[in-house]
């Protein structure tokens, strides 16, 4: 299993701004995953991060909005860049532990909001 | 990422009442996986079965898996208005692989 403390939970932006939010897992990870999620919506992958090289981004997101760092096998940030209304969401980190059967584990979830 | 379907996109029932949630896949599979979401926050996995199970329980859940429909259900019976949250299917197609999630399906569950 993994424990993944996310922060902040929560925030309320400045349009223009930048935030980062942090996530730090109990066990060492190879890859984490980075989620964006809009009110009632599934869960759309951002990059998957893996540490000692650039994350790979999905379809439609770019480094330069979405700089990921992945500095040890253990935590990860991303920072969701010059702000605008339409990046308020739910961003989730996910590590999945693989074995026999591969099992999800995520962090607490940050609400921004950017007005 | 995501390949799953899920129906319905959302159910309003009844606390008590039996609750049925969907979801279709388009791969083979290792597993397919249940999640639940409270509101905003990190998905909790709830029940595992593997691609050779046809059912499998586990307290008041009920998940069954159908590979030559490429489908699964989801029931919860009994319902309480805790169980009231965002359900997801996860599909593993094998270790190699990023789990791959369904829509989702915003259940809830009036006192």
Redo the contacts between chains.
């Keep these: 299993s993994a424990v ?1 403390s ?1 922060k902040p939970s929560r925030d309320i932006c400045q349009r223009g701004t930048s935030l980062t939010i942090q996530c730090q897992v109990d066990s060492q990870v190879t890859m984490m ?1 980075w989620y964006r999620q809009q009110p ?6 951002i990059a ?1 991060a893996n540490q000692g090289s650039e994350a790979t981004y ?1 379809s439609g997101f770019v480094i330069d909005k979405f700089p990921i760092s992945r500095p040890n096998l253990t935590f990860s940030t991303l920072t969701v860049s010059n702000m605008s209304p339409e990046d308020s969401s ?1 961003y ?1 980190c ?1 590590v ?1 532990v ?2 026999a ?9 940050t ?1 921004l909001t950017v007005v | 990422s995501q390949q799953g379907e899920e129906d319905p996109q959302a159910l309003s029932i009844q606390e008590g009442e039996n609750a049925t949630m969907n979801c279709s896949y388009k791969t083979s599979i290792n597993n397919l996986q249940w999640y639940r979401q409270n509101s905003g926050r990190g998905l909790v996995h709830l029940i595992l079965i593997r691609s050779n199970e046809r059912e499998k329980h586990s307290g008041r859940l009920r998940v069954t898996l159908d590979t030559s429909k490429k489908s699964s259900s989801l029931l919860i019976t009994a319902s309480r208005a805790a169980d009231t949250a965002s359900y997801f299917c996860a599909t593993d197609r094998g270790s190699n692989y990023q789990l791959i999630w369904g829509a989702g399906t915003k259940l809830i569950i009036k006192p």
């Design positions: 993944i996310q995953f009632g919506q599934s869960l759309t992958l998957t999905e739910i989730l996910s999945e693989r074995g059967n591969t099992e999800a584990f995520f962090g607490q979830g609400r």
